[in-house]
């Protein structure tokens, strides 16, 4: 399966001075999954296979229940075409 982009905004519904907390444990789950990502101040953009980045997310909200938040709040784009499609070749020149 090709390669594809999908990016993930996560608002877990936890005490204000928690939520970076929250969200850093789940950066750090992606981090932990030998997957290409980039974090930046809105989402965190993974590239990988459509499947395995889906289950990234579905862990994203077990992570957050488990650090006490009763709701999350999660938005999530995808970028996919049958050639795939990866970070690099849409920022390359920016950099």
């Not at 877990?12 to 789940?26: A, C, F, G, H, W």
Request: net charge negative; glycine share 4%; hydrophobic share 35%.
């Amino acid at each position: 399966m090709p390669k594809c982009n999908l990016s993930l905004q996560i608002i877990p519904n936890v005490e204000e001075n928690k939520i970076y907390s929250v969200v850093d444990k789940v950066i750090e789950y992606i981090s932990s999954c030998n997957v290409k990502y980039e974090v930046g101040p809105m989402e965190t953009t993974m590239e990988g296979e459509l499947s395995e980045l889906l289950k990234i997310v579905e862990k994203s909200q077990e992570i957050c229940v488990k650090e006490g938040a009763e709701r999350i709040i999660s938005i999530v784009k995808i970028d996919y075409k049958k050639d795939g499609v990866t970070i690099d070749e849409k920022i390359k020149k920016y950099r």
